[in-house]
């Protein structure tokens, strides 16, 4: 029996494969297009890509808490291993946003401060569901708290959204996402985000993420 080898969608660029159900690898072809960073789209004023935050200069393997001045603005969120703390504020539902470090810091690519933008780190398949369409699902045990995905597509405004959504083109499962991020007491910025087109996504169905998903 021929064993047909395992295809990577990534085409490289996480540093494990994501691989692909072999019953479902002729329909993805004319499909997917695999992005594991978001881009810019219609209506997005921002570039994803755009580092606004101040980068430390701790010149370590990994910076210290007491030390990086990444930690003592915004905390910490992962312990030594990598695993998402309990970021839930005081008498708040609310977890606390996950700031890293950053391109502009002088720390290690290694540093214990840089949990997603290492990309995929886990072994996940792509495969095809009886009625749900497109799904992804891991070939490992992922602890509690483990990094996974990024929800991964393009950043468009909200009136390009709003279009979208009732396009008759659009398809029956809706996954533009509306992040609103708190700049303090009044202040926040929306950004939404559409894997349909392009991203770490599959035009029918379920889509995977590359992001929030702990």
């Known amino acids: 029996m021929n064993v047909q080898p395992s295809v990577d969608l990534s085409g490289g660029l996480e540093q494990v494969p994501v691989l692909i159900e072999r019953n479902s690898r002729v329909v993805l072809k004319t499909e997917f297009q695999y992005s594991p960073d978001n881009i810019k789209g219609p209506g997005c004023t921002v570039d994803p890509c755009e580092i606004t935050l101040p980068g430390c200069s701790c010149h370590l393997q990994s910076c210290c808490t007491d030390t990086c001045s990444c930690f003592q603005a915004h905390g910490q969120a992962y312990n030594s291993s990598g ?84 396009s008759p083109r659009c398809e029956k499962n809706n996954y533009i996402i509306a992040v609103r991020e708190h700049a303090g007491p009044g202040s926040f910025v929306e950004t939404f985000v559409d894997p349909s087109v392009v991203g770490f996504v599959f035009k029918k169905g379920h889509r995977c993420t590359r992001g929030a998903d702990v």
């Open 83 to 166: 695993t998402l703390m309990d970021l839930t504020a005081v008498d708040s539902s609310f977890c606390s946003p996950v700031f890293e470090c950053n391109v502009l810091c002088s720390c290690s690519d290694t540093c214990s401060n840089r949990v997603v933008q290492r990309g995929v780190r886990h072994s996940l398949e792509v495969f095809t569901t009886d009625k749900k369409g497109w799904g992804v699902r891991t070939l490992e045990p992922i602890l509690s708290g483990t990094f996974v995905c990024e929800y991964a597509g393009e950043m468009i405004g909200f009136e390009e959204a709003r279009s979208r959504q009732l």
